[in-house]
């Protein structure tokens, strides 16, 4: 079974940063991509970014590029999520997500493809 465990999240005066963690384990994670999703209060859940099961490749949100960077680290079966400009529409829960097929393409925004969700971490950014 895939577990995933974010952290990182609090709350940050805006223009100020976060880095989230997500660890994963269940799986051999080097050879999926991951991603983050992120749902504010009455809204969706939506796509902040995600990373190619090498780290080589990403997608951002319109919303996230730029301000966000997604990496990961396969010996440490770990993805990251910087936060930098932050705003405060990044208000948010944010997921980390694990897809149920390998593969790498375009439909990795959609959170359809995601089979497995940590349980969340507030992220808050004050105006």
């Known amino acids: 079974q895939v577990q995933l465990v974010e952290s990182g999240g609090g709350l940050v005066q805006a223009g100020g940063s976060l880095r989230l963690s997500c660890a994963a384990s269940?799986?051999?994670?080097?050879?999926?991509?991951m991603g983050w999703f992120r749902q504010a209060p009455g809204k969706e859940r939506e796509f902040a970014a995600a990373i190619s099961w090498s780290g080589r490749s990403t997608y951002y949100a319109d919303s996230t590029k730029g301000r966000f960077t997604i990496s990961r680290d396969n010996a440490k079966n770990t993805v990251w999520l910087q936060m930098n400009s932050l705003k405060p529409e990044d208000t948010a829960v944010y997921y980390c997500?694990?897809?149920?097929?390998?593969?790498?393409?375009?439909?990795?925004?959609?959170?359809?493809?995601?089979?497995?969700w940590g349980q969340g971490t507030q992220v808050t950014v004050s105006s």
């Open positions: 269940g799986r051999t994670f080097s050879i999926y991509a």
């Open positions: 997500a694990a897809p149920r097929n390998m593969g790498w393409g375009p439909e990795l925004t959609n959170a359809y493809e995601y089979d497995y």
